[in-house]
């Protein structure tokens, strides 16, 4: 997928927006969405509604859409709270609840002073499932990649649908899951991810900070599994920590449009990376006196 454009998919679990904070975005293109917005990861804004998700570039909203982006980005703190001090829906709801893999054993999970991960991965699987031991091998070779190059962007936290705590450690131990594990005795009280659980497994999940689906194993009844969103969160990844480029273009322009409520001079054109290797070079030749 290319998240640089927009798409949109229905996940076939019910969103709980409030009618005030849901809003109406208008696309340049023509389209249209419905719903709040949920988290802007560089160009890219995840629009939460009652029928789905939108995931959209900023630079194909109109001018209304694009001011409630620049209100977003004016209200947000510059940096991310710590994990242990976030007021998120995410990190209150699993602060305490967390284990992780020590020395062979499930001890509780200290986030210490690590910021908030941006996006949260929910793993839902167990040890009895076959289809799940094939694909955490190479969920884990992915998560240690993409840790190397995006250390504190994302968590993943494996929710067990085993039989009991024994089985879940064993899974846990078998594979030596280097994440957060949510604690056996928790399971059916974390909401805030729980509620995202498809009706099988493997199923892997992104959410936002505030428990808004990103991207789901399940496009309603459709089920797409798990290896579709590691590609998909694979690819928004890279982009996220962007903050400049032909895409923030026209919000640059807002942004100091509602700085500057009473300036009289527009704002200036500034440069916006060329990148030389896309240009051919001209010889230039002197004439001989």
Known sequence: MNVLA???????????????????????????????LSGLYGPIAVIAG??????????????????????????????????????????????????VLQGGKLVAFDPG????PQIYLVYFGAHWCRPCRQFSPSLLAAYRDLKK???????LVFVSNDHDSDEQKLYVGELGMPWPVLKYSSIGSVR????????????????????????????????????????QFEGLLPVMGATKGRAFHRLAVVQYLRSQPNATVPPKPYFVELDRSRYQTLEVKRRSE
Not at 17 to 31: F, H, L, S, Y
Not at 65 to 84: E, F, H, I, N, Q
Not at 113 to 116: D, G, L, Q
Request: with cysteine; glycine share 10%.
């Open 6 to 36: 927009c798409c949109r998919w229905t996940c076939g679990f019910a969103l709980s927006i409030a009618a005030a904070e849901a809003a109406v975005w208008q696309m340049t293109d023509g389209g249209r969405a419905e719903g709040s």
């Open 50 to 99: 009652q029928e789905g998700t939108t995931l959209v570039s900023v630079d194909m909203l109109d001018d209304e859409g694009l001011a409630r982006v620049a209100d977003y980005l004016a209200t947000r703190p510059k940096d991310s709270p710590t994990w242990a001090d976030s007021d998120s829906k995410i990190a209150k709801s699993l602060r305490g609840r967390l284990q």
């Open 113 to 116: 002073a690590r910021p908030e």
């Open 149 to 155: 190059s995006a250390p504190d962007r994302f968590e």
């Open 192 to 231: 805030a991810i729980e509620r995202w659980a498809g009706p099988g497994i493997p199923c892997l999940v992104a959410l936002t900070r505030d428990g808004d689906v990103i991207f789901h194993s399940y496009h309603g009844s459709e089920y797409v599994g798990p290896e579709a969103v590691l590609r």
